[in-house]
């Protein structure tokens, strides 16, 4: 997968110094906190108190809490990292499970070259897109507030079925897609010139379910996470680890130098502890558009463009036409924000004319959308401009 942070792992300087990606920005403003603690706890040892009328040895309350944190910190790190790399696996997964499902298909019909067979496999790639833009919808939901059932790759009868029986539950949402796409497949005997051996329908749903488990592995991890007491501990420990530092390192400094070797010291373990949580902080949600988030939206891109490749191969231009356009308005919509407006979807959006194509033959094949598209107003109906050659 595509990172978005991009380095040289043999420049050492610029690793070191590079901000893209880097959590010292968010870190600093800690670290110069404690060295300005750090100096007014200079003044005050040296000006309001003689000794330590803490009445505790504050040396080995820092020991003590040291091996707490070492604890915490890496345990909290180490879940969080498992987590990161467990996301962006299950989304190659998925991905992945699209792309075989298109290519299989085609594999398994390219010598059937009727129309409805052409637009049975059409019928498959467009779920298959419209599942992974729903994928980019529904994982980034925290970051963008937009809902999975809103997004503009579903057709506006799949966005009524969504309304009723899913509402604003996201992780549902693909479900519905599956089924449709499962509703595809078995479809295929009216759709074909010879009716599939059960070994190749039974290998196109193994992709499906290949799609369902990885995503209810991806939303697992999302749901579940790390429970809420260690991370609360572990952020008490670390501030309270990292807020009496400075009285603990002012004890022995008998020189100007010793109090700047002291002052860098103390910045430099406050980067240390806060940077760990604030990494921490970043992976636990690997979906959106910060800088070291998962970049879904590349990964889909590029499955669109194999799906529209294999289309290309084995049914020409027109149809890989179809699903550029499709691809194309889609993106679109998504970039101006108007699937915010649950209204909005490819098949009715403005200049949409050449896609009706690839929302009628499902609903044929489904009674929800049948049911959905009888519940829509005329004048809500896609555009028909586009006859498949």
Not at 183 to 208: E, N, R, W
Not at 272 to 280: D, R
Not at 322 to 331: E, F, N, P, S
Request: proline fraction near 3%; charged fraction near 20%.
């Amino acid at each position: 997968m595509e990172s978005r942070v991009s380095y040289d792992p043999s420049d050492h300087f610029k690793t070191i110094t590079q901000l893209h990606g880097s959590v010292w920005l968010k870190v600093l403003p800690f670290c110069l906190a404690n060295v300005v603690n750090l100096y007014i706890v200079s003044f005050t040892k040296k000006h309001i108190l003689s000794e330590n009328t803490l009445g505790i040895s504050l040396d080995d309350f820092q020991s003590s809490l040291s091996i707490v944190i070492a604890f915490l910190s890496v345990t909290r790190v180490t879940i969080a990292f498992g987590d990161y790399i467990g996301h962006r696996g299950a989304v190659q997964s998925m991905a992945r499970a699209c792309r075989n499902l298109v290519f299989h298909s085609v594999a398994f019909t390219r010598q059937d070259m009727g129309v409805r067979a052409k637009q049975w496999r059409l019928d498959i790639a467009r779920e298959s897109m419209a599942l992974l833009r729903l994928l980019v919808t529904a994982l980034q939901f925290e970051s963008t507030g937009v809902e999975a059932r809103s997004s503009a790759a579903l057709t506006s009868d799949e966005k009524i079925v969504m309304d009723e029986y899913t509402g604003d539950d996201n992780e549902r949402s693909a479900y519905v897609i599956t089924m449709f796409m499962q509703s595809t497949i078995s479809s295929h005997p009216k759709h074909l010139a010879a009716k599939l051996g059960d070994h190749y329908v039974l290998k196109l749903y193994s992709f499906v379910e290949d799609y369902i488990k990885a995503y209810n592995d991806c939303y697992a991890m999302l749901d579940t996470g790390l429970p809420f007491p260690v991370i609360q501990m572990t952020r008490t420990m670390v501030f309270l680890y990292v807020a009496t530092l400075p009285w603990v390192m002012y004890d022995g400094v008998d020189s100007d130098l010793g109090f700047y070797s002291a002052m860098l010291y103390c910045f430099f373990v406050t980067y240390a502890f806060v940077g760990l949580e604030f990494v921490s902080i970043e992976m636990d949600d690997p979906f959106g558009d910060d800088d070291n988030d998962l970049n879904v939206l590349s990964v889909v891109e590029k499955v669109f463009k194999d799906i529209i490749m294999c289309i290309e191969d084995v049914d020409g231009d027109s149809n890989a036409d179809l699903l550029k356009q499709y691809a194309t308005i889609v993106d679109d919509i998504e970039k101006s924000g108007l699937q915010r407006d649950n209204s909005f979807s490819f098949d009715t959006h403005n200049g949409a004319a050449a896609t009706p194509f690839l929302s009628k033959a499902t609903s044929k094949r489904s009674n929800l959308l049948r049911k959905a598209s009888s519940r829509r107003l005329p004048n809500d109906s896609p555009k028909n401009g586009y006859q498949m050659v």
